[in-house]
C-alpha cells in the first residue's frame, strides 16, 4: 500500500463504445472483456486501490451497467459458492467488491476525455487526484502510479505518464516536448514544455506519447471548462494540460511526465489485448507451465 495519503481519489473514465471490438462489444462493454478470467476494468481498479486510492469514481454511459453489477456484491452467487464449500471461487467473486468506495456518473454524450474528466468535477473538489483510462492495462507486476502520486506531491502541478514508441505510431497519441536542462539522458521524471494530441509524423515534438495515467491538479476542472473541441472535435485533455504546463505553480500550473518502461497494454486494441491474456496467463502459476509448453508447439509449426 502506498505511503501518500494526501491524494485518495481517482477518476475512470469508461464511457467509450468499444467499437474497435464490435461485434463482441454490442451488448457488453468493452472493459468486461476478460484478461484471462476477470475483466479489463478489474485491473485497472486492482491498480488504483494498490497505490491506496479507496475512492473511486467510474465515469459511464449507456450499456455500462454490467460493471456496475461486477463491483457489487451478488448474494445468491455468493451463497451458493459457499454452500459447495468453494472458498477459492467465493474470495475471487469478493475480490471485486471490496477494492474500494466506488462510485458511478454518466457521461451524457460521448464529447471527448477532457470532457469525461471534467464529469468528476463534483465528486473530486479541491484535491489531487488520479485519472486511469478503462482500457489502458498496466501490468500488475510493474510500478507506475505510487510514482506519479509521489512526484505530484514533490514538484505539484499535473503529472502524466508517457512512453517512448516507435516514431511512426506518434500520430496515434498525445505527444509531449520534454525538452529543457532538466531533461538528461535516462531520467524517469521530466518537465513537459507542451502536448499535442496526435500530430503528424514530421510535426510531432517527441516520440513519448502519452499513456492513460494521470494525477491532476484540481485547477484542471476551470481550465477544462474553458477548452474548446479540438481534434475530433472533442474536448481534449492534453489541450487543457497544454495551458496548465504554463501557468505558474500557484495556479496549479506545471507538468511534469514520467517515462514509463514497464509492460503496458491497451485492451481497446484487438492486438494489444491478445498479448495481455498471453503475457499475464504465462505467468500464473495454474495456467503458466502448460500454455507455455503449447505456445512453444505452436509457435514451431508456424
Same mark, same amino acid.
Given at each position: 500500500?502506498?505511503?501518500?495519503?494526501?491524494?485518495?481519489?481517482?477518476?475512470?473514465p469508461a464511457a467509450g463504445l468499444g467499437t474497435r471490438f464490435?461485434?463482441?462489444?454490442?451488448?457488453?462493454?468493452?472493459?468486461?472483456?476478460?484478461?484471462?478470467?476477470?475483466?479489463?476494468?478489474?485491473?485497472?481498479?486492482?491498480?488504483?486501490?494498490?497505490?491506496?486510492?479507496?475512492?473511486?469514481?467510474?465515469?459511464?454511459?449507456?450499456?455500462? =451497467?454490467?460493471?456496475?453489477?461486477?463491483?457489487?456484491?451478488?448474494?445468491?452467487?455468493?451463497?451458493?459458492? *459457499?454452500?459447495?464449500?468453494?472458498?477459492?471461487?467465493?474470495?475471487?467473486?469478493?475480490?471485486?467488491?471490496?477494492?474500494?468506495?466506488?462510485?458511478?456518473? =454518466?457521461?451524457?454524450?460521448?464529447?471527448?476525455? $477532457?470532457?469525461?474528466?471534467?464529469?468528476?468535477?463534483?465528486?473530486? $473538489?479541491?484535491?489531487?487526484?488520479?485519472?486511469?483510462?478503462?482500457?489502458d492495462l498496466i501490468d500488475p507486476r510493474d510500478e507506475l502510479?505510487?510514482?506519479?502520486?509521489?512526484?505530484?506531491?514533490?514538484?505539484?502541478?499535473?503529472?502524466?505518464?508517457?512512453? *517512448?514508441?516507435?516514431?511512426?505510431?506518434?500520430?496515434?497519441?498525445?505527444?509531449?516536448?520534454?525538452? $529543457?536542462?532538466?531533461?538528461?539522458?535516462?531520467? *524517469?521524471?521530466?518537465?513537459?514544455?507542451?502536448?499535442?494530441?496526435?500530430?503528424?509524423?514530421?510535426?510531432?515534438?517527441?516520440?513519448?506519447?502519452?499513456?492513460?495515467?494521470?494525477?491532476?491538479?484540481?485547477?484542471?476542472?476551470?481550465?477544462?471548462?474553458?477548452?474548446?473541441?479540438?481534434?475530433?472535435?472533442?474536448?481534449?485533455?492534453?489541450?487543457?494540460?497544454?495551458?496548465?504546463?504554463?501557468?505558474?505553480?500557484?495556479?496549479? $500550473?506545471?507538468?511534469?511526465?514520467?517515462?514509463?518502461?514497464? =509492460?503496458?497494454?491497451?485492451?481497446?486494441?484487438?492486438?494489444?489485448?491478445?498479448?495481455?491474456?498471453?503475457?499475464?496467463?504465462?505467468?500464473?502459476?495454474?495456467?503458466?507451465?502448460?500454455? =507455455?509448453?503449447?505456445?512453444?508447439?505452436?509457435?514451431?509449426?508456424?
Open positions: 500500500m502506498s505511503t501518500t495519503t494526501s491524494i485518495r481519489k481517482a477518476v475512470i464490435l461485434p463482441a462489444t454490442k451488448a457488453m462493454p468493452k472493459e468486461m472483456l476478460p484478461v484471462v478470467d476477470e475483466p479489463a476494468i478489474q485491473y485497472v481498479v486492482a491498480e488504483a486501490s494498490k497505490a491506496g486510492l479507496d475512492d473511486i469514481l467510474m465515469i459511464t454511459g449507456r450499456n455500462k =451497467r454490467a460493471m456496475e453489477d461486477h463491483f457489487d456484491r451478488a448474494p445468491n452467487l455468493e451463497s451458493i459458492l *459457499e454452500a459447495k464449500g468453494d472458498t477459492k471461487k467465493l474470495e475471487a467473486v469478493r475480490y471485486a467488491t471490496e477494492l474500494g468506495d466506488i462510485h458511478y456518473v =454518466r457521461q451524457g454524450e460521448a464529447k471527448g476525455l $477532457g470532457h469525461a474528466v471534467l464529469c468528476g468535477k463534483q465528486h473530486v $473538489g479541491d484535491e489531487p487526484f488520479a485519472v486511469l483510462l478503462g482500457d502510479l505510487t510514482t506519479m502520486m509521489e512526484t505530484q506531491q514533490k514538484l505539484g502541478g499535473s503529472v502524466i505518464a508517457v512512453m *517512448e514508441v516507435p516514431e511512426e505510431n506518434v500520430s496515434a497519441y498525445g505527444v509531449v516536448d520534454a525538452g $529543457g536542462a532538466d531533461n538528461e539522458p535516462g531520467a *524517469e521524471v521530466v518537465p513537459v514544455q507542451a502536448l499535442v494530441e496526435k500530430p503528424p509524423v514530421q510535426e510531432a515534438p517527441s516520440n513519448l506519447a502519452i499513456i492513460g495515467r494521470y494525477v491532476l491538479h484540481p485547477a484542471i476542472f476551470a481550465q477544462l471548462e474553458q477548452t474548446p473541441p479540438g481534434k475530433g472535435n472533442e474536448i481534449q485533455l492534453t489541450d487543457a494540460l497544454q495551458v496548465m504546463a504554463s501557468k505558474p505553480a500557484e495556479e496549479g $500550473g506545471g507538468v511534469h511526465a514520467v517515462i514509463f518502461r514497464g =509492460r503496458r497494454y491497451d485492451t481497446g486494441d484487438k492486438l494489444s489485448y491478445i498479448k495481455a491474456v498471453v503475457t499475464l496467463a504465462v505467468d500464473r502459476e495454474d495456467l503458466g507451465p502448460d500454455l =507455455r509448453s503449447w505456445l512453444k508447439d505452436f509457435a514451431a509449426d508456424l
